[in-house]
């Protein structure tokens, strides 16, 4: 056992409480200031895969990555909204036990509806910018009622893998990417900050939960997790879809269809990167799910995230 796993899981949740609050942010304060979106890239290239858009010139790739942008600031809000649920329904186990815990998830809670509201804050500020006739038309709520009727186990598993990507994106965002909007940069820097403990949080109340489940409700569950990141890549197929006939409308040319198809299959290759991939490759995700399941429902995950290429 090292140092890090002798630290007991109430002093765990204290320290994300500590963090929390050292680390805390206002957005108008600290994340905008004042300052509007101007044509820079909204993402960087590592996370729009610009390179992937082979026909496109420089600046059309910046005109995608802004839609990407509006997206991403648009996917945020709809995965916390259902996050928050989870969090809020997961701090009833802790009402009567440990205090640090609960004021943790407490915490966590109110964090991801301020990050909702700066991500409407951000679809806003990067719609003043970009022409008329970008749609998001799916309902957070609607997606929020599918997700939580799917086990907590499952919901856990897709949440951490969220919140772990959130932190590839901030480090894609440091690096590589020059011409990235110094605004954008500081929502990743932010949402980042507060990111880190809903990730520690997320994997401390999905172990907690998976001890409490037979191998029967596992096995289950592990059908589950499959199926949601089924229905996000449903999700990120209608979004790239969208995206893409925004993208041909928008950018000043004629766009015949073989090259619109190869946008429109770019878009959904950089969101499924940016949205399911990076965190399910992230090394830490592989570790703690690795830590609950058995080697064969390891393999079916992968199979599974394998057709999404
Ligand atoms: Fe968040
Ligand atoms: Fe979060």
Same mark, same amino acid.
């Given at each position: 056992?090292?140092?890090? #796993? !002798?630290?007991?899981?109430?002093?765990?949740?204290?320290?994300?409480?500590?963090?929390?609050?050292?680390?805390?942010?206002?957005?108008? !304060?600290?994340? @905008?200031?004042?300052?509007?979106?101007?044509?820079?890239?909204?993402?960087?290239?590592?996370?729009?895969?610009?390179?992937?858009?082979?026909?496109?010139?420089?600046?059309?790739?910046?005109? $995608?990555?802004?839609?990407?942008?509006?997206?991403?600031?648009?996917?945020?809000?709809? $995965?916390?909204? =259902?996050?928050?649920?989870?969090?809020?329904?997961?701090?009833?186990?802790?009402?009567?036990?440990?205090?640090?815990?609960?004021?943790?998830?407490?915490? =966590?809670?109110?964090?991801?509806?301020?990050?909702?509201?700066?991500?409407?804050?951000?679809?806003?500020?990067?719609?003043? $910018?970009?022409?008329?006739?970008?749609?998001?038309? @799916?309902?957070?709520?609607?997606?929020?009622? *599918?997700?939580?009727?799917?086990?907590?186990?499952?919901?856990?598993?897709?949440?951490?893998?969220?919140?772990?990507?959130?932190?590839?994106?901030?480090? #894609?965002?440091?690096?590589?990417?020059?011409?990235?909007?110094?605004?954008? !940069?500081?929502?990743?820097?932010?949402?980042?900050?507060?990111?880190? +403990?809903?990730? @520690?949080?997320?994997?401390?109340?999905?172990?907690?939960?998976?001890?409490?489940?037979?191998?029967?409700?596992?096995?289950?569950?592990?059908?589950?997790?499959?199926?949601?990141?089924? *229905?996000?890549?449903?999700?990120?197929?209608?979004?790239?879809?969208?995206?893409?006939?925004?993208?041909?409308?928008?950018?000043?040319?004629? $766009?015949?269809?073989?090259?619109?198809?190869?946008?429109?299959?770019? =878009?959904? !290759?950089?969101?499924?990167?940016?949205?399911?991939?990076?965190?399910?490759?992230?090394?830490? =995700?592989?570790?703690?799910?690795?830590?609950?399941?058995?080697?064969?429902?390891? +393999?079916?995950?992968?199979?599974?995230?394998?057709?999404?290429?």
């Amino acid at each position: 056992m090292n140092a890090i #796993e !002798k630290i007991s899981n109430t002093d765990r949740y204290a320290r994300c409480v500590e963090t929390s609050k050292r680390v805390r942010w206002d957005i108008d !304060k600290d994340v @905008i200031r004042g300052r509007r979106f101007d044509v820079a890239n909204n993402l960087p290239d590592g996370l729009s895969l610009a390179d992937t858009f082979t026909t496109l010139s420089a600046d059309e790739r910046r005109f $995608v990555s802004q839609i990407q942008g509006r997206t991403y600031a648009n996917i945020f809000g709809l $995965v916390e909204c =259902f996050i928050n649920a989870k969090v809020l329904e997961l701090s009833h186990d802790h009402w009567f036990g440990d205090q640090v815990a609960l004021e943790a998830l407490v915490r =966590f809670s109110d964090e991801e509806l301020k990050h909702q509201a700066l991500f409407r804050r951000v679809d806003a500020m990067v719609g003043e $910018v970009l022409p008329d006739g970008y749609r998001f038309d @799916i309902d957070p709520n609607g997606v929020a009622h *599918a997700v939580l009727g799917k086990s907590t186990w499952a919901v856990l598993a897709l949440t951490l893998d969220i919140e772990l990507f959130t932190q590839l994106h901030y480090r #894609e965002s440091i690096e590589r990417d020059a011409g990235l909007s110094e605004l954008f !940069k500081d929502v990743f820097l932010y949402h980042w900050r507060e990111e880190s +403990q809903h990730a @520690i949080l997320d994997e401390l109340e999905w172990v907690r939960h998976d001890a409490e489940l037979t191998a029967e409700q596992r096995e289950r569950a592990v059908d589950e997790f499959i199926e949601l990141v089924a *229905a996000v890549d449903g999700i990120l197929q209608a979004q790239a879809e969208a995206d893409a006939a925004y993208f041909t409308s928008k950018c000043g040319r004629a $766009v015949d269809a073989a090259e619109a198809r190869a946008i429109g299959a770019a =878009f959904l !290759k950089a969101y499924r990167w940016q949205y399911i991939h990076s965190g399910a490759q992230h090394p830490h =995700f592989g570790k703690v799910l690795s830590g609950l399941i058995t080697e064969k429902q390891g +393999q079916r995950i992968q199979a599974a995230l394998a057709t999404l290429q």
